[in-house]
């Protein structure tokens, strides 16, 4: 199986203060929703990987995050894309949790329901804590430079991401030189 595993703020959608509450929030990053549809005609399946502290906090409700996600699904159908499913961390920061990145619970839970060996996904995110969860789930982390979290400099990228990140300008290059690599696909599971 070909999977991909995405950060959706600042990845696919632009990353705004405060988090996205409500669809009016919901602005796709230019050429994401086209480089997903990319992803989905190459054979790639797509699921998105998200902490989403706002729904612990009560900024929004679970009816709130089903109303973005059916805005961005009803848009990616248009160009002609999907994503599969949405995996997400409600937990805040305080709460002792496994699925919140940077730890690498929600790419598991992924690996399990898709049985998929984490070592042939890539998985694509703006931020220092996207790259570390990806890498310590043993996924091939990319990075793309769309979000508020990312970094200043890329040459080299600071220490904190994991070795063997790879940079990208934004979720469409990412998706060209996958799409575009012989070797990007995955080998028997």
Known sequence: MKLVILDRDGTICVEREGYLQSPADWEPLPGALEAIAQLNQAGWQVV????????????????????????????????????DAMFFCPHTADEACSCRKPLPGLFQQIGERYRVDLRQVHAVGDSERDMQAAHAAGCVPHLVLTGLHAPSHTDPLPPAYPPGTRVHADLAAFASALVGAPDAAPGPA
């Open 48 to 83: 998105i990987a998200a902490n989403m502290p706002g729904l612990g906090r009560g900024l929004f409700d679970m009816a709130a995050l089903n109303a973005i996600q059916a805005r961005m699904h009803k848009q990616l159908a248009a160009v002609g894309g999907k994503v």
